[in-house]
């Protein structure tokens, strides 16, 4: 079992940033690939940003990319999301996940699942 609690969250407004983390316990963090993923009110969960295990790769969805930064310190184990130049689109409860996965934007390759934390972007 992995157990993930992200933080960091909150209420700003268009054009300033927010840093996200995610603390993990249990197995070996440095196992795992890790993602965020974020869901926005009426809206599916979306893949944000993945890190693999060694954080050698990064993937992010194309609207975040020269704003967001994935990154993580295993020797703490904790995962963080650097968000730049918020926009109200990125308005959502994120949450970071852990998978046995080279660095999948699919969900479903994730087998553990923080609580999420809320970002609202107000314009």
């Known amino acids: 079992q992995v157990q993930l609690v992200e933080s960091g969250g909150g209420l700003v407004q268009a054009g300033a940033s927010l840093r996200l983390s995610c603390a993990a316990s249990g197995r070996t963090f440095n196992n795992y690939a890790m993602g965020w993923f974020r869901q926005a009110p009426g809206k599916d969960r979306e893949f944000v940003a993945v890190?693999?295990?060694?954080?050698?790769?990064?993937y992010y969805r194309d609207s975040v990319k020269g704003r967001f930064t994935i990154s993580r310190d295993n020797a703490k184990n904790m995962m963080y999301l650097l968000m730049n130049s918020l926009k109200p689109e990125d308005t959502a409860v994120y949450y970071c996940a852990a998978g046995r996965t080279i660095a999948s934007m699919q969900s479903i390759a994730y087998d553990y699942w923080g609580q999420g934390t809320q970002v609202t972007v107000s314009s």
């Open positions: 890190i693999s295990w060694n954080g050698d790769i990064t």
